[in-house]
């Protein structure tokens, strides 16, 4: 497998939309922490108690840098599909399992590098801008990071997987981005008196398992489960579908 990772990793660092999406993701995720703080010292706000990792989670970091991320996902396979080099990429390595082994892992590793990069700016910034947002916690870091990283392993595997099993890198994207960002929200709203529907979609359950009460995004009571269920449900379509097409 290691002549797969090689390749993988060449084939990531080439790319220029990997150093422009790792740019935008991170960059964006300072700047909405960095403009927060600088809004509530404008308005002369003084914080009562530091800040938890948790409350930038729900509002800046999974609308918008998971979404970003997982733009490296989707163009692991999808570049091959829209190019049509799917052919000459499994002539070049005709053993699937650990090409698509080889390539999951490197994919996952770039987010992963890059989530810990911006849990640690976004901490920093937060905790450098103290006067404004009361510094921020790094026990909660440790934890609600955590958290956090795996809801980005989640949502990675997904888009890859839709990518893979429609061949197609915009139904990668845009439909979990759908589904995460708007759907499950208004199922939320229409069947608010159903509570048993809220704790079975995955999105919902994902960010409130790693946020807290204080965030606007957490609940009672809240689980990764329905988000990891999804996730091993398209994976492992995906790995069938891949193992078993002709190209």
Known sequence: MKSEIVYELRRIRSLRS????SLLAVGQAVSFVSLFAWVGGMNRYEPQETTRFESLIGFILIPFFVVLVSVLAAQAFGHDYRHGTIRVTMSTFPRRGPFLVARTAVVLAAALLL???????TASVTELMHASTGGIDWNSVV???SKFLAIVVMYCVIVMSLTVIFRSMPIGLVTPMISFSFLEYIVVALTFRWEWVQSILPSVNAIAWASDDT?????????????????????LTAAWKFLKRDV
């Open 115 to 121: 989530s810990l990069i911006a849990i640690l700016s």
């Open 18 to 21: 990997t150093w422009v999406i």
């Open 215 to 235: 965030s606007g995004w957490g609940a009672t009571n809240a689980s990764p489960l329905p988000m990891l269920v999804v996730t091993l449900a398209v994976a």
């Open 143 to 145: 934890v609600a990071g």
